[in-house]
């Protein structure tokens, strides 16, 4: 069974910084390509990041320049290092397989404000 735990979330001010972690169990993460999503309050969950098994990324225009996805294979764990954060990037953040996701984790969440 997978199961996903993400980490790392809280409040920051406008123009900060966090990095997310996403560890996983019950799968090898360096064969499936996996992506970070977020949800705003009264939103449908999007993708923000995502990374191939190979190590190419991939990002939503809203984050481009901002966010980095990255993946620690040894510790079979994917991060999202955010940077100049905007408080229309507070959401609850997920990750999951970009194809065909898995059972969703619980998320972390951040808030960006003053």
């Known amino acids: 069974q997978v199961q996903l735990v993400e980490s790392g979330g809280g409040l920051v001010q406008p123009g900060g910084s966090l990095r997310l972690s996403c560890a996983a169990s019950?799968?090898?993460?360096?064969?499936?390509?996996m992506g970070w999503y977020r949800q705003a309050p009264g939103k449908e969950r999007e993708l923000v990041a995502s990374?191939?098994?190979?190590?190419?990324?991939n990002y939503a225009d809203s984050v481009k320049g901002r966010f980095t996805i990255s993946r620690d294979n040894a510790k079979n764990t994917v991060y999202l290092q955010m940077s100049s954060l905007k408080p229309k990037d507070t959401a609850v953040y997920y990750c999951?397989?970009?194809?065909?996701?898995?059972?969703w984790g619980q998320g972390t969440q951040v808030t960006v404000s003053s």
């Open positions: 019950g799968i090898i993460l360096r064969f499936t390509a």
């Open positions: 990374i191939t098994s190979g190590g190419n990324t």
């Open positions: 999951n397989r970009v194809a065909y996701p898995w059972s």
